[in-house]
T-cell receptor, first 117, second 111 residues
């Protein structure tokens, strides 16, 4: 029972390089999310996908793009990496929003630790 | 923007003691959730309390919610060294799927 799987676990890039972070979930969840976590800043939402075929910006989308490839997979792309994007990136998934219960619990992967030199 | 803010930022206690951490939020909510994050790992969902509930228990965890004060507390009873982690509260934002997380309380339980 894998849950949410993120690849790679670690990556070092040079400024200006591009890369794609991969995320896959096996829980048949509709919604998927990308966060970044920086010391003292908590988790900040980059992009999310409420359902297959839709994506929306979160709090800090600049410098990132996402693709909801299918219901299982949600990738995050850095087109031209900058040192300010050094962070730990987490992918999460959840069941769809329910009324009146509200937001459902999110299930997280173990993160990608990205350093940009 | 941060919806939930945890207090204290850091807490150090001895094994067997109780640990209490608090969360304040700004707008109306459907539910409030608490998560744990062990060092180097992703967040793990602990407990969800709905806006019409005042208290909820799960094992050694007790969560309270006061919607009039827009605050919640997480109590861990009889703490263990394995409870050492960061704890985050999270609330929904405006009827969307998004959760907004606080900055967390770092709990250290000393053996």
């Amino acid at each position: 029972n894998a849950g949410v799987t993120q690849t790679p676990k670690f990556q070092v890039l040079k400024t200006g390089q591009s890369m794609t972070l991969q995320c896959a979930q096996d829980m048949n969840h509709n919604s998927m999310y990308w966060y970044r976590q920086d010391p003292g800043m908590g988790l900040r939402l980059i992009y999310y996908s409420a359902s297959e075929g839709t994506t929306d910006k979160g709090e800090v989308p600049n410098g990132y793009n996402v693709s909801r490839l299918n219901k299982r997979e949600f990738s995050l792309r850095l087109e031209s990496a900058a040192p300010s994007q050094t962070s730990v990136y987490f992918c999460a998934s959840s069941e769809a929003l329910r009324a009146p219960g509200g937001n459902q619990p999110q299930h997280f992967g173990d993160g990608t630790r990205l350093s940009i030199l | 923007s941060q919806q939930g803010e945890e207090d204290p930022q850091a807490l150090s206690i001895q094994e067997g003691e109780n640990a209490t951490m608090n969360c304040s939020y700004k707008t109306s909510i459907n539910n409030l959730q608490w998560y744990r994050q062990n060092s180097g790992r992703g967040l793990v969902h602990l407990i969800l309390i709905r806006s019409n509930e005042r208290e909820k228990h799960s094992g050694r965890l007790r969560v309270t919610l006061d919607t009039s004060k827009k605050s919640s507390s997480l109590l861990i009873t009889a703490s263990r060294a394995a409870d050492t982690a960061s704890y985050f509260c999270a609330t929904g934002e405006g009827g969307s799927e998004k959760l907004v997380f606080g900055k967390g309380t770092k709990l250290t339980v000393n053996p």
